[in-house]
């Protein structure tokens, strides 16, 4: 029997690291092949040129598409998703894929996505239906489901949001998200290994802070980076974490402002370009908090039993555990919500926190869809109505 060719498509660490046990499993099915094409943010020496790190994963790196340019204006990225574009053309000519692979919504995914789409390549596609309305990526996301034809959803609320779109609800699997099935079954690193890398006594009061542009208000993110920054200030007996901010419009000039602040505390605080999601959620653990507006911190985060502290709008729709603070991008705001999380009464809430993207099984799910659907019939889409009005039929 001839293996099926799984091309999965990576163009940032964040979503590597909810990947890599289930590219692992793909690689390890002999009736599948794992064909991995890295993007983005991995070949790039500004946000950690993390592509160095796949090796140590035990995977092969088949092709690389360099198509991230040097400016993060809306311009430079929609430059970048065109150059994609064309890097992904030749790409996936000349690998042959029976199926490509994409989690989420970056433009580096939607570049890969539409190349597919076009060469007539079934995409399967992981995260779809959920909203962020803070981001570009929400209409991204809609469009990457579009042009997909199996859909792997992280709750039933998405699932339903996918048919919605008019997809086939047959090829619509609520099976969870990777990122959390994978807390459960790894192995992280102890305190004292993570305190030689971060340089921290973690013992001590501390949070993980992760700000991302929120670029559908591109005028006032900085703006907002700056008030989030003010906050922390005034937190002295608090150390921080901070992680790098992604490549979207004005990422490189929030890590910019980041790094002015840990010059000027460095006493109390550390940045990483990319701490990868092993070291990450190892020290997430020990975290007073997490803080900051990435999807980590709505869907992962949860299963540690450790709050999160949600600024501003760029998650906004998200499905959320009630460990999750939310509050707006004002100094007074976030200090208040970092207090609430701190605080004894809300860290006796978190006992029985209830992770709602949490399911059994989920990779080896997806891993039998991918290895038994039928390309032949998912290749030819079709729209799936809701409902038809009798008024509209003919």
Do not use: W
Request: proline share 4%.
């Amino acid at each position: 029997m001839k293996r099926r060719k799984i091309c999965a498509v990576t163009g940032s660490r964040a979503e590597y690291d909810l990947l890599v046990p289930l590219l692992k499993m793909i690689d390890a099915d002999a009736d599948l092949r794992l064909q991995l094409v890295v993007t983005g943010m991995h070949l790039s020496p500004a946000f950690g040129l993390t592509v160095r790190g796949m090796e140590a994963d035990g995977l092969v790196v088949e092709r690389t598409c360099d198509m991230l340019l040097s400016s993060d204006t809306p311009v430079g990225v929609t430059k970048s998703m065109g150059v994609g574009m064309i890097g992904f053309a030749d790409i996936f000519d000349d690998l042959r894929p029976d199926m490509v692979l994409v989690l989420g919504d970056r433009f580096e995914i939607f570049a890969a996505a539409a190349a597919a789409f076009m060469a007539g390549i079934p995409v399967a596609h992981l995260h779809g239906g959920e909203i962020t309305e803070g981001a570009l990526d929400e209409g991204l996301r809609h469009a990457i489901t579009k042009m997909s034809h199996l859909h792997f959803t992280s709750t039933e609320s998405y699932r339903q949001r996918v048919i919605q779109l008019g997809e086939d609800p047959d090829c619509v699997f609520n099976v969870g998200a990777v990122g959390v099935e994978n807390i459960r079954n790894t192995q992280f690193p102890g305190r004292q290994a993570l305190e030689k890398r971060i340089g921290f006594d973690l013992r001590q009061p501390f949070l993980i802070v992760t700000y991302h542009p929120e670029t559908v208000a591109l005028a006032n993110t900085l703006a907002d980076a700056r008030h989030l920054l003010e906050s922390l200030e005034d937190l002295e007996d608090i150390r921080i974490i901070f992680t790098g901010s992604n490549a979207d419009a004005r990422g490189r000039a929030m890590n910019r402002l980041i790094r002015e602040f840990v010059d000027d505390h460095h006493d109390r605080s550390v940045f990483f370009e990319s701490m990868g999601q092993h070291a990450y959620l190892g020290a997430a653990r020990f975290a007073a908090a997490v803080v900051g507006n990435s999807s980590s911190g709505i869907i992962e985060i949860p299963s540690l039993g450790v709050p999160t502290v949600n600024i501003g709008g760029r998650q906004k729709g998200r499905i959320r555990a009630h460990s999750v603070i939310d509050c707006p991008p004002r100094k007074e705001a976030i200090q208040n919500s970092i207090r609430q999380a701190l605080s004894e009464e809300f860290k006796q809430t978190l006992e029985d926190v209830r992770n709602p993207y949490e399911q059994a099984d989920t990779k080896d799910r997806i891993r039998m869809v991918l290895k038994t659907a039928d390309l032949a019939s998912i290749r030819q889409k079709s729209f799936h109505d809701l409902a038809v009005d009798a008024t509209d039929r003919e």
